[in-house]
């Protein structure tokens, strides 16, 4: 999760949710800027969890829906804990046999956290209130003696750094227009957090925390660190500096204030990566280039040297005018002074350009003169023809059917 972990659960929950997350994606994206009514701000424990409407699942039911926690329906581990995979019947939500009813993901917290409490907590606080498209869907909780869970819609493919950052002669790399689709799912949920309405900050913004469904669409997911924006005549809020080292906004790190155009700046890394196909941050790399933003930004602002930036293995899928406005829109989020950088509706509008064929179809022979590779642009289909199941998961063999 994040370096360290601070935050005041004085949030704002209303008691119903806002947009349907179980409405058509694709048709419910642009929505970026409805939110339910939101009533008096919760102070206690107790009232959050009162005011969510969130199901309350002991903890016997979790443990049956997972089959004890085992080892094989692990999808994946972070600081908070290990997240299991399990199944509910889709009307009552009672524990069901593997393979039936509805599939869901379990976030057990490991007891030995105070602090994972409170991001548990905010979790429940923030999923608690807001459905959108670009969010992943809190279906309930367990609290329980020393138990600590979370209960979401299971994302097929897993998250978004999986997809970037895997190797391996057998996985295929996320295609150019797949990695564009997820930047503009990802960019609508946080300009969804920022409006006027729902005025929240993210705050953890990186390609982990990004899950992908089975049809590539993104979706923001661990919400234990996102703060309510500032109120009446603030500019920012003033917190403890945290998150993950490499995506945070350098003026959040010098003086802990906090604002919007934080998140902005973590999107713009993420979109570099994305462009790159590397990792923000990368010890193995040779010298100059161990920060990925400090070696690349000079190349964004060229549009012949954006070349030396993108990602070798996505050559042939895409055009230069779509590599340039993704190149422009990274570089602007990544500016130096909070001011110059583009709130998240316009990087959405920027992005939705490149919905457009014109843009985004590659020429018969790319800039490097190669033949552009064949891809189906709304493919949902995992890269290379694989498994859709993109958590890391144990070998086949020790799953049981």
């Given at each position: 999760m994040g370096?360290?972990?601070s935050v005041e ?10 947009l349907?997350?179980?409405?058509d994606d694709?048709?419910n ?20 969890l009162?005011?969510c ?8 039911e979790?443990?049956m829906?997972t089959?004890?926690f085992?080892?094989?329906s692990?999808?994946g ?21 593997p ?6 993901a379990?976030k057990?917290l490991?007891?030995?956290s ?14 608690g209130?807001?459905?959108?498209p670009?969010l992943?869907?809190?279906i ?5 003696d ?10 097929p ?24 689709k997820?930047a503009?799912g ?5 300009a ?8 929240v900050i993210?705050r953890?913004f990186?390609?982990?925390n990004v ?6 669409n993104?979706?923001?997911s661990?919400?234990?660190?996102a703060?309510?924006?500032p ?15 490499g995506y ?10 906090l604002t ?13 990566e ?8 990368d010890?193995t790399r040779p ?7 400090e ?11 954006i ?5 070798s293995?996505?050559?042939?899928q895409y ?7 993704v ?8 500016s ?9 509706t316009e ?8 919905q457009?064929p ?10 490097h003169?190669t033949r ?11 890269p290379g023809?694989g ?5 890391p998961?144990p070998?086949?063999?020790l799953i049981?059917?």
């Amino acid at each position: 999760m994040g370096v360290c972990f601070s935050v005041e659960v004085e949030h704002k929950c209303p008691f119903h949710k806002g947009l349907d997350s179980n409405a058509d994606d694709d048709d419910n994206q642009s929505n970026i800027n409805k939110v339910s009514f939101v009533p008096p701000t919760p102070r206690t424990e107790g009232e959050i969890l009162e005011s969510c409407n969130l199901k309350s699942f002991c903890f016997s039911e979790l443990k049956m829906a997972t089959r004890n926690f085992r080892p094989d329906s692990v999808l994946g581990e972070g600081g908070f804990g290990s997240v299991f995979k399990g199944w509910i019947d889709e009307h009552s939500f009672v524990a069901a046999k593997p393979g039936t009813g509805i599939v869901i993901a379990v976030k057990k917290l490991n007891q030995e956290s105070f602090q994972g409490h409170r991001e548990w907590l905010a979790e429940v606080n923030y999923l608690g209130q807001f459905s959108h498209p670009n969010l992943v869907q809190l279906i309930g909780y367990c609290l329980e003696d020393e138990q600590r869970l979370l209960v979401y819609e299971f994302m097929p493919r897993g998250s978004l750094e999986n997809h970037l950052f895997r190797r391996g002669s057998y996985f295929q790399p996320l295609p150019w227009s797949l990695r564009l689709k997820a930047a503009l799912g990802a960019a609508k949920g946080l300009a969804f957090l920022h409006n006027t309405k729902t005025k929240v900050i993210y705050r953890d913004f990186k390609t982990s925390n990004v899950l992908l469904d089975s049809n590539y669409n993104a979706k923001l997911s661990d919400f234990g660190l996102a703060k309510d924006g500032p109120i009446g005549d603030k500019s920012h809020v003033s917190t403890r500096v945290m998150g993950t080292y490499g995506y945070a906004a350098p003026e959040y790190l010098a003086t802990g204030h906090l604002t919007s155009k934080s998140d902005v700046y973590s999107f713009g890394v993420v979109l570099l990566e994305m462009l790159s196909g590397q990792r923000v941050v990368d010890k193995t790399r040779p010298p100059g280039k161990y920060s990925l933003v400090e070696w690349a930004k000079p190349y964004l602002a060229h549009k012949r040297k954006i070349y030396e930036v993108l990602d070798s293995r996505l050559e042939g899928q895409y055009t230069p005018e779509a590599a340039k406005v993704v190149a422009n829109v990274s570089l602007r989020c990544l500016s130096a002074e909070p001011r110059f950088r583009p709130n998240m509706t316009e990087v959405v509008k920027e992005l939705e350009r490149l919905q457009d064929p014109k843009v985004t179809r590659p020429r018969r022979h790319s800039s490097h003169g190669t033949r552009p590779r064949r891809q189906s642009v709304g493919d949902c289909t995992a890269p290379g023809g694989g498994d859709p199941d993109a958590y890391p998961r144990p070998p086949p063999s020790l799953i049981s059917k």
